[in-house]
């Protein structure tokens, strides 16, 4: 059996770049047999940035809503919120004390975000190893992320290897990271990875006028309108190519190269795209929204199989730390 585990932080609304790194390929996972899946929100880590409880729960009922829409057996499998299962601070204080400085010194994403956010707090710093207590906690044998996480993952796999290693005992399992080489990273509006962080973000959810709005953000060059375009610098091409159908794909590289096609009319083909792809999964949404207790009875009843996992690895730490009952 493998267990896979994923989570996606509840510091925004789920977006196209949630569903095509984490959500699509995790329920994929999770339908294979033999595997059996957490799947969690992590509010906990979505606190570095957003200080605000209402906002935090908000995000967190709509990212359940979006696991559940398209379509994730919550009867089969473990769905939960970080939080819920607190111990897992624990674990990340015991990690911290075996994590080199220089080790979270050197991760991309904190040296990126730290350049650009105005509350760099230690949370931020310490945030991989918060991760690598999410992952090992469980026991994950696959950890389904975007490109963007790969190091974090390594960074999992260094803590985990030095710990047993230390203790001379099989604490930990090591686990792997998958990555979708085809949606490696999904380009925001802005052309740079999507994310919440960022705020370039195509939020699939959003009522009719609004989405059409959110795709006509996207950032295209000034060639005019007569002229070829260049379809593998363009944002909306990009996005065009995670979602429609491949011989729609290649009447829209057609059409960029042939001249006399608008972006306009890209971007307005991009969201009939989505509205057609996401039919189904839009209203479920909307209905999963208007019925929360729905939502919550699945976050708890996976709260009670993630503890009684959790707890298992915990005792097994605790005991080479010498803080067993
Ligand atoms: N850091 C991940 C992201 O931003 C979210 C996350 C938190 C996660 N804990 C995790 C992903 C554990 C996989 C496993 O996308």
Not at 9 to 32: D, M, R, V
Not at 255 to 270: P, S
Request: proline share 5%; aromatic share 8%.
């Amino acid at each position: 059996m493998a267990r896979i585990l994923t989570g996606i932080t509840s510091s925004g609304k789920p977006h196209l770049g949630n569903i095509l790194g984490a959500i699509l390929p995790g329920i994929e996972l999770s339908e294979q047999k033999n595997n059996e899946s957490l799947f969690f929100i992590a509010d906990l880590h979505s606190i570095i940035s957003v200080k605000d409880a209402a906002l935090v729960k908000e995000h967190t009922k709509a990212i359940a809503a979006a696991w559940l829409a398209f379509g994730f057996n919550t009867d089969n499998n473990i769905f939960y919120r970080q939080s819920r299962i607190p111990e897992v601070t624990e674990l990340t204080w015991y990690l911290n004390c075996h994590t080199p400085f220089p080790m979270l010194q050197n991760a991309h994403a904190f040296k990126e975000k730290s350049n650009k956010l105005a509350d760099v707090n230690a949370g931020l710093f310490t945030y991989p190893v918060l991760m690598a207590s999410d992952i090992l906690m469980y026991d994950a044998n696959i950890v389904p992320v975007g490109k963007d996480q790969q190091q974090h993952l390594e960074m999992t796999r260094d803590i985990a290897r030095s710990f047993n290693h230390y203790y001379n005992e099989e604490i930990f399992v090591l686990p792997e990271a998958k990555i979708d080489e085809e949606v490696m990273t999904v380009p925001g509006t802005d052309g740079q990875k999507m994310s919440k962080s960022y705020g370039n973000t195509i939020d699939v959810f959003l009522p009719e006028k609004q989405l059409r709005k959110n795709v006509m953000r996207i950032v295209t060059d000034s060639t005019p309108l007569e002229e070829p375009k260049n379809p593998d610098t363009c944002n909306v091409f990009a996005l065009y190519k995670l979602l429609a159908s491949p011989a729609r794909v290649e009447e829209m590289r057609n059409n960029y190269k042939g001249g006399n096609y608008g972006y306009g009319t890209a971007k307005q083909e991009l969201y009939e795209v989505i509205l057609e792809k996401y039919a189904k999964e839009r209203a479920l949404f909307n209905e999963l929204m208007n019925n929360p207790d729905t939502i919550e009875s699945k976050l708890l009843q996976g709260e009670e199989k993630a503890r009684e996992i959790g707890i298992h690895v915990l005792k097994r730490v605790r005991k080479v730390l010498g803080f067993n009952r």
